[in-house]
């Protein structure tokens, strides 16, 4: 266990939908990632917060939105889904060098 | 970021040791060297980071080249559990995404 807690584990949309996913990072880690997981792209670095604000910006769609709230959680938004749009999200947190990640959150857009 | 190169995947048999080569001929002096590992449908593992020096864990190794262009990551007695993708990353600074590649696919037979 990472300690990097996501939710939802599993979620089922239609096109056109939005969905918002949820993390938890360990106690004390500052900074935030996602990144995507598709079986013909690989892991995909999206963004990173660090203490709330954007620290770094990855291959994110423009219909693809995140924060970090005060409680340093973080939450992804995708919205206007797209079939393309299945796959594995991951969550990740740090405070040092070593970065954590969660058992992500499967996304199937039908 | 700086990029490596690893083989696509290697086998070894169950309880012998394993070495992972990764070649990182355009690292820079403050680069990170980590290996991360990936178990299917799960996210990826922390597995041990390096700058300069030779770093044992409980885990493995990682053996540093004196030039820094090229590590290893050593898996003393290798189990059906050490089967995953094993990814090496250069990262610039603590804290710093890290940009994952293919990575390469270990298979332990029993």
């Known amino acids: 266990d990472s300690g990097v807690t996501q939710t939802p584990k599993h979620l089922i949309t239609a096109t056109g939908q939005r969905v918002t996913l949820r993390c938890s990072p360990r106690s004390g880690d500052l900074s935030v990632y996602w990144y995507q997981q598709s079986l013909d792209q690989g892991l995909q670095f999206l963004i990173q917060?660090?203490?709330?604000?954007?620290?770094a910006k990855g291959n994110i769609l423009e219909r693809f939105s995140a924060q970090q709230f005060p409680d340093l959680h973080s939450e992804l938004n995708l919205s206007s889904l797209e079939l393309g749009d299945s796959a594995l999200y991951f969550c990740?947190?740090?405070?040092?060098?070593?970065?954590?990640f969660g058992e992500g959150s499967w996304l199937t857009v039908v | 970021d700086a990029k490596t190169t690893q083989p696509n995947s290697m086998e070894s048999n169950e309880e012998e040791p394993v070495h992972l080569p990764c070649n990182h001929s355009t690292i820079s002096g403050t680069d990170y060297i980590h290996w991360y590992r990936q178990l299917p449908s799960q996210g990826p593992e922390y597995v041990i980071h390096g700058l300069t020096s030779n770093v044992n864990n409980r885990m493995a190794s990682l053996a540093i080249a004196e030039d820094r262009k090229s590590s290893t990551l050593i898996l003393h007695r290798a189990t059906l559990r050490d089967a995953a993708v094993y990814y090496c990353i250069l990262s610039e600074a603590s804290g710093s995404r890290l940009t994952f590649g293919e990575g390469t696919q270990l298979t332990v037979n029993p």
């Open positions: 990740a947190s740090s405070l040092g060098n070593t970065i954590y």
């Open positions: 917060y660090y203490n709330g604000e954007e620290r």
